[in-house]
């Protein structure tokens, strides 16, 4: 049972570079998030899927875009990359019974 | 707004010590609260879930509390090894969908 797999792991672009990190759970699960970790600014979500063909903006989705494919994957893309989007990215997803949070290993990203 | 805080933002004990890392919310109407444990580099990976109705969950060494009266949350680690060192965050939910997190505890235990 892989759970949330996330890729790449790593990717460095410039500015300007367009990129998508794609993300697959493989848990049935219903809802899906993109998060961003920066030191000193904790988790902030960037949009979330409650369900297959929904999507929300959360905290912080400007310069972000998302799409939910299916009920196994969502895909988070930047059109056009800015050093303030360096960052860790991280996917996560929850089943609809208890709540519980299940986090992928995460996609590390510089933008130069 | 919902507002998540975890102090001490780092602690370091040494091996074998009982501890108690803390997490206060500002609102009481909460959905569950759950704890996590993030080592360098990787993921965040669940350690306990505790859901609005509860009062402890416990799994092995680990024990968290939930007093929504006052806006409280506790992670009791006992015997600590140093292999509990890491980072460890909790987070609140409403309405099931919205999750607020705290910054975090860093804690290193000393061999």
């Known amino acids: 049972n892989a759970g949330v797999t996330q890729t790449p792991k790593f990717q460095v672009l410039k500015t300007g570079q367009s990129m998508t990190l794609q993300c697959a759970q493989d848990m049935n699960h219903n809802s899906m998030y993109w998060y961003r970790q920066d030191p000193g600014m904790g988790l902030r979500l960037i949009y979330y899927s409650a369900s297959e063909g929904t999507t929300d903006k959360g905290e912080v989705p400007n310069g972000y875009n998302v799409s939910r494919l299916n009920k196994r994957e969502f895909s988070l893309r930047l059109e056009s990359a800015a050093p303030s989007q360096t960052s860790v990215y991280f996917c996560?997803?929850?089943?609809?019974?208890?709540?519980?949070?299940?986090f992928g290993e995460g996609s590390r990203l510089t933008v130069l | 707004k919902q507002e998540v805080t975890q102090i001490p933002a780092a602690l370091s004990v040494p091996e074998g010590e009982n501890l108690v890392l803390n997490c206060s919310f500002t609102?009481?109407?909460?959905?569950?609260l759950q704890w996590f444990r993030q080592d360098p580099g990787k993921g965040l990976t669940s350690l306990l879930l505790i859901q609005s109705s509860q009062r402890e969950q416990t799994s092995g060494r680990l024990n968290a509390s939930l007093d929504k009266s006052s806006g409280r949350s506790t992670l009791y680690i006992a015997a600590s090894q140093p292999g509990d060192s890491a980072t460890y965050l909790c987070a609140v939910s409403v309405n099931f969908n919205k999750f607020y997190f705290g910054s975090g505890t860093k804690l290193n235990v000393k061999p």
């Open positions: 609102d009481s109407a909460i959905y569950n």
């Open positions: 996560a997803s929850i089943p609809q019974n208890t709540g519980e949070l299940f």
